[in-house]
């Protein structure tokens, strides 16, 4: 079956420093990631969506300056949360697809101290 | 506003009993999925649709990409339903995925 793995499960961050978070997806070709962010008491935002042999879109506010992403094949993806602050703090969420339906990894929880 | 509004925001059930979660999309989308959020946090996929009914179990889901809705309907609640579920559609363009902002089931004895 498909799965994505996810890491880290959770991480903490000095105020003003990144992280990097990591999704590997399993039994598919991820064609598309897609990186979400949970705040507190909030949705799920989209941050981005990457797609192999195209530009990676963001979508408003939310910047490639802050949010680096990499999609270098069809089984990897990685998201960087660069300077990262208080209001960065929630659960971020990578999905990739194949061409139809979504699998999602379990989330990388970031908070800043 | 939001494209996709999930209602309602909480529900409580008893053992046995049923109901329906709804999404409701400003805009057409091209497929829908349904997923609930385990106890570790992880999204697990209930349900994929691209049109009519699906079901599984005591999960039966809809979707009418015309009249631009999704249910999911849940019968013989039991205690381990209870969770967050949230629904998700599918953009018509690329490969955009929207969620609702789900719905915080309890079911109580």
């Known amino acids: 079956g498909a799965l994505v793995y996810q890491y880290p499960r959770r991480t903490i961050c000095k105020s003003g420093t990144s992280m990097r978070m990591e999704c590997q997806a399993v039994g598919f070709q991820a064609t598309s990631v897609a990186w979400y962010r949970q705040s507190p008491q909030k949705t799920f935002e989209l941050i981005a969506l990457s797609t192999v042999n195209s530009a990676i879109k963001y979508e408003q506010n939310f910047t490639q300056e802050k949010f680096p992403i990499s999609h270098p094949n069809l089984s990897f993806s990685s998201m960087t949360v660069l300077n990262a602050y208080l209001e960065d703090r929630g659960l971020y969420l990578c999905g990739a697809t194949g061409g139809s339906d979504y699998t999602f990894g379990s989330g990388t929880r970031l908070l800043v101290i | 506003g939001d494209q996709v509004e999930q209602s309602p925001s909480a529900l409580s059930l008893h053992e046995g009993t049923g109901s329906a979660l709804r999404c409701n999309f400003t805009?057409?989308?091209?497929?829908v999925q349904w997923f609930r959020k385990n106890s570790r946090g992880s999204l697990i996929n209930l349900f994929y649709l691209a049109s009519g009914t699906k079901e599984n179990g005591r999960l039966k889901s809809a979707f009418d990409s015309k009249e631009r809705y999704s249910t999911l309907h849940i019968r013989d609640a039991q205690l381990e339903d209870s969770g967050t579920y949230f629904c998700a559609a599918h953009d018509t363009n690329a490969y955009k995925v929207i969620f609702g902002k789900g719905t915080h089931l309890h079911v109580l004895p």
């Open positions: 805009t057409t989308m091209r497929a």
